[in-house]
């Protein structure tokens, strides 16, 4: 079968799952997610069973986009209008599940995996570091399109979006600094203030000032625009985010956090920052998240599948009741109203996307060897997880706080 019958297939088998999905009342990435799941290699005999390995740069496009409508989502008046809630919030949440994870693994771990037991420095604290750090993010990507898809306006559904962007950099600041620790623990190296403090700084100080940087040409080159033709914004938009993207894979910088950054200048600052995001939202964001989503569901595997159901159970366990616990805490704090304290947590649930990344590029290092198999697996198995069951969560969330505009 030829590559352009097998991509029409995988398009065209999300989109009717998607529109049977919301024919029963369901989100659509449900039915795309679940549409992966089906066509994966280790599952559907006409697709090959190392797709995965080629769909890189299709993937990282898309997740891209997904990025930079959610660094769209942060518009610093209405951040204002919330208040310190936001940073109460998102501090609480995402470090609160970060501990839950960390402390739950150290715990259970030797019990899952009996070639752990005993093997502190070398497997059960890196490990648990790891998987608390890449668990403590939301996947904004979900609440974003659920939230598009039923129009939801209101307080919870900005503090839900706002909140799942930010603990994404939490999340990246978390992960920079603990792989740094992971990797001396099990190589037996001497701590450096270089490697553990600085270096994670730098690469977040160079992110921001290259999405920055990015983001004023951005803005620059549309005010000098005599035609603001939707189709020439697409291409400025695709060519920048390509070149964000490239330029932080090559100097080092995190290719999310600056693509959210470049975004986040262009919504606050762009005259035409209504026009650009309303036209990716109208003709491309459905294409984007059907393909995102669709082949999350084709990166699932099925080895070891009793230690993974272990972990993943512990996993998401131990991730809720952090973010419900750190949401109550950090909503407390900030004397929210009580629509945000009730509802934004079960909007926090859904997880994957940057994280899937994370959990890839530790995996690359041969100092992890010995457990980003069992890493991996279980990133993959969460997502896929978190993901059909999130966007019920965010719907539900949206639902009960009376925000559904369109149900």
Same mark, same amino acid.
């Given at each position: 079968?030829?590559?352009?019958?097998?991509?029409?297939?995988?398009?065209?088998?999300?989109?009717?799952?998607?529109?049977?999905?919301?024919r029963?009342?369901?989100?659509? +990435? @449900?039915?795309?997610?679940?549409?992966?799941?089906?066509?994966?290699?280790?599952?559907?005999?006409?697709?090959?069973?190392?797709?995965?390995?080629?769909?890189?740069?299709?993937?990282?496009?898309?997740?891209a986009?997904?990025a930079?409508? /959610?660094?769209?989502?942060?518009?610093?008046?209405?951040?204002?209008?919330?208040?310190?809630?936001?940073?109460?919030?998102?501090?609480?949440?995402? %470090?609160?599940?970060?501990?839950?994870?960390?402390?739950?693994?150290?715990?259970?771990?030797?019990?899952?995996?009996?070639?752990?037991?005993?093997?502190?420095?070398?497997?059960?604290?890196?490990?648990?570091l790891?998987?608390?750090?890449?668990?403590?993010?939301?996947?904004?990507? @979900?609440?974003?399109?659920? $939230?598009?898809e039923?129009?939801?306006k209101?307080?919870?559904?900005? $503090?839900?979006? $706002?909140v799942?962007?930010?603990?994404?950099? =939490?999340?990246?600041?978390?992960?920079?600094?603990?792989?740094?620790?992971?990797?001396?623990?099990?190589?037996?190296?001497?701590f450096?203030i270089?490697?553990?403090?600085?270096?994670?700084?730098?690469?977040? !100080?160079?992110s /921001?000032?290259?999405?920055?940087?990015?983001?004023?040409?951005?803005? #620059? *080159?549309?005010?000098?625009?005599?035609?603001?033709?939707?189709g020439?914004?697409?291409? =400025?938009?695709l060519?920048?985010? !390509?070149?964000?993207?490239?330029?932080?894979?090559? $100097?080092?910088?995190? %290719?999310?956090?600056?693509?959210?950054?470049?975004? *986040? /200048?262009?919504?606050?600052?762009?005259?035409?920052?209504?026009?650009?995001?309303?036209?990716?939202?109208?003709?491309?964001?459905?294409? *984007?998240?059907?393909? #995102?989503?669709?082949?999350?569901?084709?990166h699932?595997?099925?080895s070891?599948?009793?230690?993974a &159901?272990?972990?993943?159970?512990? #996993?998401?366990?131990?991730?809720?009741?952090?973010?419900?616990?750190?949401?109550?805490?950090?909503?407390?704090?900030?004397n929210?109203?009580?629509n945000?304290?009730?509802?934004?947590?079960?909007?926090?649930i859904?997880?994957g996307?940057? @994280?899937?990344?994370?959990?890839?590029?530790?995996?690359?290092?041969?100092?992890?060897?010995? +457990?980003?198999?069992?890493? /991996?697996?279980?990133?993959?198995a969460?997502? +896929? @997880?978190? %993901?059909?069951?999130?966007?019920?969560? &965010?719907?539900?969330a949206?639902?009960?706080?009376?925000?559904i505009?369109?149900?």
């Amino acid at each position: 079968m030829n590559s352009l019958l097998r991509l029409g297939l995988i398009i065209f088998i999300g989109f009717v799952l998607g529109q049977e999905l919301k024919r029963l009342k369901f989100p659509k +990435i @449900v039915g795309y997610i679940i549409a992966g799941v089906i066509l994966n290699p280790n599952i559907c005999p006409f697709v090959p069973i190392d797709i995965t390995d080629r769909t890189d740069v299709i993937e990282n496009m898309a997740i891209a986009f997904i990025a930079f409508a /959610v660094g769209g989502t942060i518009v610093i008046p209405e951040i204002k209008k919330l208040g310190k809630g936001i940073l109460y919030i998102t501090l609480c949440e995402a %470090e609160m599940a970060f501990i839950f994870l960390l402390t739950g693994f150290l715990i259970v771990l030797p019990f899952i995996i009996p070639a752990a037991k005993g093997a502190w420095a070398a497997s059960i604290i890196p490990f648990s570091l790891i998987i608390g750090c890449i668990g403590s993010p939301t996947d904004p990507s @979900v609440a974003l399109a659920v $939230t598009h898809e039923y129009k939801a306006k209101g307080e919870v559904a900005s $503090t839900m979006l $706002t909140v799942a962007a930010f603990d994404d950099v =939490l999340g990246i600041v978390n992960y920079s600094v603990a792989i740094v620790i992971a990797k001396t623990l099990i190589s037996h190296a001497s701590f450096s203030i270089y490697k553990t403090l600085l270096t994670p700084a730098l690469i977040i !100080a160079g992110s /921001v000032a290259l999405g920055a940087g990015l983001g004023v040409v951005f803005n #620059f *080159i549309t005010k000098r625009l005599k035609d603001m033709h939707e189709g020439s914004l697409f291409v =400025l938009i695709l060519s920048l985010i !390509a070149l964000c993207w490239g330029l932080a894979t090559f $100097t080092g910088a995190e %290719e999310i956090l600056s693509i959210m950054i470049m975004a *986040i /200048v262009v919504t606050n600052f762009n005259p035409h920052a209504k026009q650009i995001f309303s036209m990716l939202s109208k003709y491309f964001e459905e294409l *984007i998240f059907l393909i #995102f989503f669709v082949l999350s569901g084709m990166h699932l595997t099925f080895s070891g599948a009793w230690i993974a &159901v272990g972990l993943l159970v512990c #996993f998401v366990i131990f991730r809720i009741a952090g973010k419900f616990i750190g949401t109550a805490l950090g909503a407390s704090l900030a004397n929210a109203s009580p629509n945000v304290k009730k509802y934004t947590a079960t909007g926090l649930i859904p997880f994957g996307g940057i @994280v899937i990344g994370l959990a890839l590029i530790t995996q690359q290092d041969p100092v992890f060897k010995d +457990i980003s198999g069992y890493l /991996v697996n279980l990133v993959v198995a969460a997502t +896929i @997880v978190n %993901e059909i069951i999130g966007p019920f969560f &965010v719907k539900k969330a949206l639902k009960g706080s009376g925000e559904i505009v369109k149900s």
